[in-house]
């Protein structure tokens, strides 16, 4: 009897270490699939940020070379509208 209670205890320890095992290796698992998709959403805000500040850089380089544009062309285009307006008046 004391035999058959051992071996019944050792299979129920098995058994239990079996399930631990799993257990664990589901936990990595599910680590592992946390952790790559965290990494994911790391990469996508970052790259969403990058773009964000390109677009802001883009968009301070268009207006500079407005700038540029009408500061060198300011006095023809005024000139012209103003002699346009003469000219539809007579």
Avoid: C
Wanted: aromatic letters at 4%.
């Amino acid at each position: 009897m004391l035999k058959a209670t051992k071996e019944s205890q050792d299979r129920d320890h098995k058994r239990y270490q079996s399930e631990l095992s799993n257990i664990n290796d589901q936990l990595d698992r599910e680590r592992l699939e946390f952790s790559r998709e965290r990494d994911s959403m790391v990469k996508r805000y970052e790259q969403a940020l990058q773009s964000k500040d390109q677009a802001h850089r883009d968009s301070a380089d268009q207006l500079k070379t407005m700038q540029k544009y009408l500061a060198s062309n300011i006095g023809n285009g005024r000139t012209l509208e103003m002699e346009a307006r003469r000219n539809s008046n007579n």
